[in-house]
Every structure is written in C-alpha cells, then in structure tokens.
C-alpha cells in the first residue's frame, strides 16, 4: 500500500505539473538555460545589428556628402616653383612691413601662429563682430585697409586670369594667410552677404590640407574626423562653389600646418554687402584702439620642436585615439559637466541617507 500509494502520489505529482515534463521533452535535460542565453543572445545581436546599420547609413550620409563637397571643387596645379619662390618673397616683404608697421590699422590682424594681412576690402569676423553669428560680418569702410599690392595684380590675378580660373575684372578683395606650424583657422563659410562665389586660393611655402565639415573643441584644442579632406600643395588653385563654399564649414586643422605655410585668397565683394557705420558702437572702439602697429616677432621662424610642440602633440594624440563603437558612444556620452552635476546629486543624496539613519537610531 505504501508503494503503490507512494506511485500514486508521484503520478499525482505529475499529473498536477504537466508542463515540466513537456518542457524536458521539447528542449531536453539542463537545455532550457542555454536557450536562455541563446534566445538572449539572438536579441542582443539584433540589437547591434541596429547599432550596425544606424552605424552604415551615417556613413553613407558622410560619403555622400563628401561626393558633393568634392564635386564642388576644382584644383589645378598652375604655378611653376621659381613663379612660387618669387611670390613667396613678396609675401615675406608684406610681412615685414606689418611689423614696422607700414599699413594702415584694418590691413593687418593677428591672431595666435596666424596673420591675416586684407587688400582692397576687409571686413569683420568672430571676436569682432557686436553681436555673433552667421550674416553679421560688415565690411570696412573704403580707405581703412590698403590697396590691393601691384605684384599680387601682376603676378597671381592675370596669371589666373589668363588660366581660365576667374574673369579679368572679378577680384577686388585679396587676403594673405600667413600660418606658423601648428597654427589653424576655425571651421567657418565665407560671408554670404559679403562675398560673390567662387572662392579662389593659392597656396605658397608648403604642402597642407583643407578639411570640411570639422567641429571646432578648444583648451585643449581638439578638431573632430572631417567629412572631407582636400590636399593642398604649393603652387595650387583652389576654387570653390556650389555645396562646398555655401552648404559646409572649411577650416585649416593645427595638425595640416607642419611648416610655415601662406594663402592668398582672391574674392569679389558684392555691391550690396554691408558696411560699418561711422556711428555703430563697433566703430567707436576701433576708433578708441587707433595707433601704430606695433612690430611683433610672431613670423621669426619656428621651431616645430619647440614653441609649438605640445600643440601638435596633442592633436596627434587625438588623431591617434580610437573612435568607440557607435552602442557605447551612445551609453557614455556624458559631459563634464553633466558628470559633474551628477556626482554633486549622489553627494546629497549620500548625506541625506546618512542624515535618515541617524534619525532611526535617535
């Protein structure tokens, strides 16, 4: 009696789980974990399936417009090097007289590893302007920058003219780019309201790279993958229009300027563009600010082993850093200061917990 009822029970057993024997059957003894993981495993390939293809259609985005920007652009190779190497040597006269100071006050502006020397018109930008932003930028009024120089007439505009580049006729604006290493100019597009299209540059002294769509970090300075990357050499013409002068930002990156390196832009201004009035609040400071300018050693020669070695070191260190994959980018994209706040929020919550306990044990 105690067996069969023993059996009895078991059968009972069984008969009020049925579902642990149907589950035995279908994936087998100690199977059902792995299945588990396997059913897990499948949902989170899937997921970084999604990953993956979000991930292919932003570089497909990227080419894409990469295929416009390049589209947009033409490049030739027009200047012999003896032709380079003589207006090399007219830049470097510009430069010295910026130094003793030969130039009227808006014809020479200084930045950090870059002088910008303005002929013919001039105008204002970033730090400059009253109010910032895009369409801000006003000319000068006429007479507060020189004359475009004879030899840039002589020797650039009627060399490209009689190339096929621009019009003879269409540059009233010529601007000198003077770059030490390690010296940049920040993602920008040249002012719409300003400047008729195309945009034309020649480059001189060494070879470098003009990169779009790039954002901008700064302390340290830090410049994100750029959307395309166009090599420079001496002696080239660069022209652009369309996408690439109008859709997307060009800069100069600090890792692209390995030696000194200098840039005449040629451009039209248009009839309308905006002009500074005599009575705008930016007008008065400039007149406050009038003087001679001062000779500054910022164009000696430099030493890409000294002076600006961290600069570049630490742009090559982020050009060495590897990228995270696009689940993590998305898990850890934290700020500082985001990170910041929420340390200060667990500080006082730890306070506030400890504060609770002492009040329980009271």
């Known amino acids: 009696m105690a067996a069969s009822g023993y059996s009895d029970l078991r059968e009972k057993l069984k008969s009020m789980t049925p579902h642990r024997d149907d589950h035995r059957n279908r994936h087998g003894d100690g199977t059902s974990n792995g299945s588990g993981r396997h059913r897990k495993r499948k949902h989170r390939e899937s997921d970084d399936d ?7 259609s932003s570089v497909d985005l990227r080419e894409q417009e990469a295929r416009r920007v390049k589209s947009s652009i033409q490049q030739q190779s027009i200047f012999t090097s003896e032709e380079c190497a003589r207006i090399e040597e007219k830049i470097d006269e510009v430069v010295a007289k910026g130094e003793e100071g030969l130039y009227r006050e808006h014809t020479v502006d200084r930045a950090p590893l870059r002088n910008k020397y303005f002929f013919g018109e001039g105008y204002t930008y970033g730090a400059q302007l009253e109010r910032r932003g ?10 507060e920058v020189d004359e475009i120089p004879s030899w840039v007439e002589e020797l650039v505009i009627k060399r ?21 290493p390690g010296g940049c100019i920040v993602s920008h597009v040249d002012p719409l309201h ?11 002294f060494s070879d470098s790279a003009l990169c779009f769509g ?28 369309g996408y690439a002068a109008d859709e997307i930002t060009h800069c100069i990156r600090p890792q692209d300027i390995k030696q000194r390196r200098a840039v005449i832009i040629l451009r039209k201004t248009k009839p309308d563009a905006p002009r500074l009035d005599s009575d705008s609040h930016l007008s008065s400071l400039i ?10 050693r910022s164009h000696r020669k430099a030493d890409p082993d000294a002076a600006h070695r961290p600069r570049v070191l630490e742009m090559d260190k982020e050009e060495n850093r590897r990228p995270l994959p696009p689940h993590h980018r998305r898990r850890h994209n934290v700020t500082s200061e985001n990170y910041r706040r929420r340390s200060q929020d667990y500080d006082k919550q730890r306070e506030n917990s400890g504060r609770k306990v002492k009040m329980r044990r009271q």
């Open 160 to 180: 490209l003219v009689s190339s096929g580049v621009i019009p003879e006729g269409f540059v009233n604006s010529a601007v000198i780019n003077d770059y030490q």
């Open 194 to 204: 300003i400047f008729a299209r195309p945009i034309v540059s020649v480059s001189f």
């Open 50 to 56: 999604e990953y993956e293809h979000s991930d292919d």
């Open 287 to 296: 007149a406050e600010k009038r003087g001679p300018l001062k000779a500054k």
């Open 134 to 143: 895009p369409g801000q930028e006003r000319l000068y009024r006429k007479g």
């Open 214 to 241: 790039c954002r901008f970090q700064f302390r340290p300075i830090r410049v994100s993958e750029p959307v395309f990357v166009l090599p420079v050499k001496r002696g080239s013409v660069t022209v652009l229009s």
